[in-house]
């Protein structure tokens, strides 16, 4: 599968984005996908993570109230929205996707998890 995030951009804090990440080449529905981002200086951690029927979602305790991740398997999108931003969350964020079994309808929160990325979006949070 093939992964393309967009949606980043410049913001102010207490302002709102929403990332996507278009999926193509497989069947959207057979991954469990998640955001990631690196933050200047820093490791790359989760953000939020979904499992393949949406049905499980995981947040990282620093965005969790303001951020949440959907997908849409009908259009094969992933999506992060992302409101009351603050300059913390300033980062380059990546979606990933991990290939499942439908029987295992679980999120998956470490990087080594994942074996597809999309290129990162870089979302700037202004003071």
């Known amino acids: 599968v093939q992964l393309q995030a967009s949606g980043g951009g410049l913001v102010q804090a207490g302002g709102s984005l929403k990332l996507s990440c278009a999926a193509s080449?497989?069947?959207?529905?057979?991954?469990?996908v998640g955001w990631f981002r690196r933050a200047p200086g820093k490791e790359r951690d989760i953000v939020a993570a979904?499992?393949?029927?949406?049905?499980?979602?995981y947040y990282a305790d620093s965005v969790k109230g303001r951020f949440t991740i959907s997908r849409d398997n009908a259009k094969n999108t992933l999506y992060l929205q992302m409101n009351s931003l603050k300059p913390e969350d300033t980062a380059v964020y990546y979606c990933?996707?991990?290939?499942?079994?439908?029987?295992?309808?679980?999120?998956?929160?470490?990087?080594?998890?994942?074996?597809?990325w999309g290129h990162g979006t870089l979302v700037t949070v202004s003071s």
């Open positions: 979904i499992s393949w029927s949406g049905g499980n979602t």
């Open positions: 990933a996707a991990k290939r499942v079994i439908i029987t295992n309808d679980i999120y998956y929160t470490r990087e080594g998890n994942y074996g597809y």
């Open positions: 080449g497989h069947t959207f529905s057979r991954y469990a």
